[in-house]
Every structure is written in structure tokens, then in C-alpha cells.
């Protein structure tokens, strides 16, 4: 079993910055890729971005150019640094880890709240 908490959440103004924190621990062997997901209210949970174990990264097309994931292997953590945010990326994000030859995602964050004010 594996436990994700994520840290980094906050209120920043448009054009602000925030990194995201998602620290795994337990049975972190068994993770392929991470990825961060967000939810607006009211709408469903989409995929920010994702990152495999040997650094693969795919973003979703709003958010290229200004949010990049990262991975720290050694201390089982993945960020989220996002750069010239928008009132539209207001969300609770969230940390998810997908184990080795899982077909979905295996575990979920508790989610953290990036508010951006205009």
C-alpha cells in the first residue's frame, strides 16, 4: 500500500507561482508513474500531467509551457511547479501513483487547494 500527501496549495494572484508537493511512502517500489490531477468546482477530476519512472512526461494542452513535473526518485516525491497561473487553474489538486502494469491509477492524494485570484 502505498500513502501520497501533497503540500504546496495556496492563494496566489494571476500570473503567480506555486509548486506542488506529492511525498509517497510505503510500498513505493511498486509506483510507475505519478501524475497530478485537478478539480474544479463543480466539474469532473482531469489529468494535469503525468511522469514514468524514467521521466516521461505528457501535459495536458492548457497547461504546456507553464507547469512542469518533476520526480525525485530518492525521495519518492513529484512536483508540480506552476508558473504564469490563471483564475482558471483554481482547483483542488491532486496526487496520484499508478503501480507497475496497473491499467488505472492505484492511489490518490488527499488534494490540496491552489485558489488564483484576477
Do not use: H
Not at 10 to 28: D, N, T
Not at 57 to 77: E, L, M, P, Q
Request: with cysteine; glycine share 10%; charged share 15%.
Amino acid at each position: 500500500q502505498v500513502r501520497l500527501v501533497e503540500s504546496g496549495g495556496g492563494l496566489v494572484q494571476a500570473g503567480g507561482s506555486l509548486r506542488l508537493s506529492c511525498a509517497a511512502s510505503g510500498s513505493v517500489s511498486s509506483i510507475n508513474t505519478m501524475g497530478w490531477y485537478r478539480q474544479a468546482p463543480g466539474k469532473q477530476r482531469t489529468l494535469v500531467a503525468t511522469i514514468t519512472s524514467s521521466g516521461t512526461t505528457k501535459y495536458v494542452d492548457t497547461v504546456k509551457g507553464r507547469f512542469t513535473i518533476s520526480r525525485d526518485n530518492a525521495k519518492n516525491t513529484v512536483y508540480l511547479q506552476m508558473n504564469s497561473l490563471k483564475p482558471e487553474d483554481t482547483a483542488v489538486y491532486y496526487c496520484a501513483a499508478k503501480f507497475l502494469k496497473a491499467d488505472t491509477w492505484s492511489e490518490w492524494g488527499q488534494g490540496t487547494q491552489v485558489t488564483v485570484s484576477s
